[in-house]
């Protein structure tokens, strides 16, 4: 066995023993409660799910296990995704043993390029991708060992087969779907001996003399990892996956969630909204431009991509890791240079509106403007970088789950009725309690 099954064989069982213990002893203590607000509210803040691989305290941000996702920005990505599923960064050896099993797992099937080829040629990038890892469902070596009828404590391991073949591919997917769809001719082959993230650039076929663009790629696959488990994407892979429904199945309904304009899909809004404002101020929005423009997208009742968070309350330290890369490297851009003044006007315009929980840039604020720098100019495609990025994360949450038993998910709803229902009972006990109160004092 490869060293990172290795590694997990050696702790899953100790992570077994310790949840086991753990839920053994304290499973009836309560740790979280639910409003009606929060029962129509997209369930915010409730806690009602486990996720290891990363968590995102309000007041930080993301913490990849722990250390703070900042702390990441010169690693791999195959290094982040080691981190993701162990608990710890690999050494040299387990890396170098990582990228030799990707290499070996990249080819991607050619009847995937057959499907792709047959789509409407106006299709958005992101149903190219979720079409392409859906149709290689047939691949799957959970399903066909689930078939054959594999033990229980035997799911982790062909999950994490799954997911190196899929991560694997990905790469040479999206780019496959970046050159056929924005007509930028025959797909290239990736080379022995690059990383993970420097054999994407490669095969998108953007030039990169210096490898700059290669380095920021890195930065933005290891930056978009992971966000713990709750949001759309990370939940919806976890819940289709908590049926048994192999990575492949599990990792294209997560992406089609993160194909929406809330989630993922605000980074090609975000960078659309910075260059329309420059184009509207001759590339040169002053800062009074900026706040104007700002207060007529809130009052035309659209939301400011790129701000705003469900759980964060403070700037994204992926914007911050972001911006600098931006600043350190091309200080003078008009996109960057505006980035930086819609920084520092957008927050105080949401805090006068009063409606954002979180006035703060998050991840889509600045990442489009570093992809544009170096020639990236397909907005629609930038959902799909987030995409090879994220799958590191539900690919380790899947890996996680399986090894844990995770349970099939069924949270209970109730009706409009139920809880009108429970709001009369409150308000006649409460009524009750205070005529006994009053009748007790006389
Ligand atoms: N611009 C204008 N209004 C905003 C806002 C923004 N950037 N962010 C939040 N609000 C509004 C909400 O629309 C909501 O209004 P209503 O009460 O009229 O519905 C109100 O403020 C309260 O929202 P919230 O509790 O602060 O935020 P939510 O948890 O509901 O939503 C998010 C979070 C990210 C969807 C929201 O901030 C938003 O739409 N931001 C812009 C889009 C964006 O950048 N998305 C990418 C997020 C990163 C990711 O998940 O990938």
Known sequence: MAKLQNELAKLIPEWRKEIGALVKKNGS??????TIQQAYGGMRGVKGMICDTSEVPPDTGLLVRGIPVGEL???????????LCTGHLPNKRDLKALQDEYAARAKVPAYVWKVLEAMPKDSH???????AILCMERESKFRKEYDKGMHKSEYWKPTLEDSLDLLAKLPAIAAGVYRMRFKKGKRIAPKKGLTWSENFVRMLGIKDPSG???????????????????????????????????????VS??????AGPLHGLANQECLNWIIELNKKFNGKPS????????WETLKAGKVIPGYGHAVLRVSD????????????????????????????IVPEVLREHGKAKNPWPNVDAGSGALLYHYGLKEFSFYTVLFSISRAMGMCS??????????????????????????????????????????AKKK
């Open 287 to 294: 800062k009074e431009d900026i706040r104007k423009n700002a």
């Open 397 to 438: 949450q899947l890996v996680y789950d399986r090894a844990l038993g995770a349970s099939i998910e069924r949270p209970k709803s109730v009706t409009t009725r139920w809880v009108t229902e429970q709001v009369k009972a409150k308000a006649k006990k409460d009524r009750a309690r205070k005529a006994k109160a009053k």
């Open 317 to 344: 330290p992926r914007f911050v890791a972001f911006r600098k890369f931006g600043m350190d490297h091309f200080p003078n851009d008009k996109i960057m240079r505006t980035v930086n003044n819609v920084f520092e």
């Open 253 to 258: 309904a997560g992406l089609n969630g993160l």
């Open 29 to 34: 203590m309560k740790i979280s409660d639910v």
């Open 125 to 131: 990038p992101m149903c190219m991708l979720d079409t």
């Open 212 to 250: 700059e663009f290669a380095d920021c790629m890195r930065l933005y696959l290891v930056l978009h990892c992971d966000h713990e488990g709750g949001n759309v994407s990370a939940h919806t892979t976890h819940l289709v996956g908590s049926a048994l429904s192999d990575p492949y199945y599990s």
């Open 73 to 83: 920005a010169d690693n791999l990505p195959e290094e982040v995704f080691y981190l």
